[in-house]
């Protein structure tokens, strides 16, 4: 646990504004090097500089700097968190996570046609940090709850025998086949704001909540993870990510599912599945499953120097 918090530390003290704008392709590091010279110089703000000299546009050094404030908080949340969650902790989460309600299961155990990895590829060419205190995601594991509760209900039997259903055309196929038929099926579904449908800005609905009322993001992502295990895909091929979205610049969540032919995105906002090779709109923060969590930071620059937004 030490390893995490000290990543994140890491992270935070070297997420300044000139290394958000080179990470984000805002910025060269040649001009970065330029920005700072000048800066010393003429003994201003480096976002002055940059603005005077045309490196780049106050509308992007804004961007930048909200960039930096809201990675600042998050980090110091997650941090906080987790320093008070592990506190006297000795048995790790992940062994009392809840798995899917047995009734949800179309493969007893795993389908053994799906063999195991010896590789898994760090997602978007980020660096992984691994924990299994899964404590701090209560979001995750309240889903599971209310998942089990809810199975005796008459709705819930309803929505999950159609569930079922349309599901029972996908087993046999590949991994990666039966991805992209879920990826499909699910995103047929209803977007609708977690404050418009439940009035909150954050809740993570359950597969039966999801497939009565539709969902946001995170929603699109869980009913395809559970789409895939009831499947009989292994745990430690999905991945619950959520990422921050550049173009948008918005958190997003997406489904991460390692297949025969690499990891591959499930994503709400495109029809078809993508290489995670191929997708450079996102940059992960954390992946999830029932197992543990991955803390995803960008490789350092090692050949510029540090860059102050003061």
Known sequence: MKGILGHFKSRLSHNRLGDVLVHDGLLSSQDLKKALELQ?????????????????????????LFEQMAFRFMAAFVTTILAFSSF???????????????QITMVAGVDQTIEPLNYYPNLFGTNEKQSTNLRPFTKWSGMFDRLEQSMNSSKS??????????????????????????????????????????????????????FSRGGDCEDFAI?????????????????????HDKQKNIPHAVLIVYTERGAMVLDNQNKTMKAA?????????????????????????????????Q
């Open 88 to 102: 006297g902790v000795k048995k790790p989460r992940a062994a009392q996570m809840k798995d899917l309600p047995s």
């Open 157 to 210: 039997k309803t929505v999950l025998a159609k569930w079922k259903q349309d599901l029972s055309a996908f087993k046999g196929s590949s991994l990666y086949d039966m991805a992209q038929k879920v990826n499909k099926y699910v995103n047929g579904h209803k977007y609708i704001t977690d404050n418009k449908l439940w009035g909150k800005s954050d809740y993570w609905a359950t597969p039966i909540e999801f």
């Open 277 to 309: 090779a191929s997708v450079n709109r996102y940059r992960p923060i954390f992946s999830i499953n029932r197992l543990a969590w991955w803390l995803h930071t960008a490789p350092q620059p090692t050949d510029i120097r540090i860059a102050s937004a």
């Open 40 to 64: 010393k110089k003429e003994c201003m703000p480096l976002g002055t500089v940059l603005i005077e000299h045309k490196f780049v546009t106050a509308t992007t050094i804004r961007r930048a």
């Open 223 to 243: 009913a395809k993870y559970a789409s895939l295990r009831a499947l009989g895909v292994p745990e430690e091929r999905l991945r619950l990510a959520i990422v």
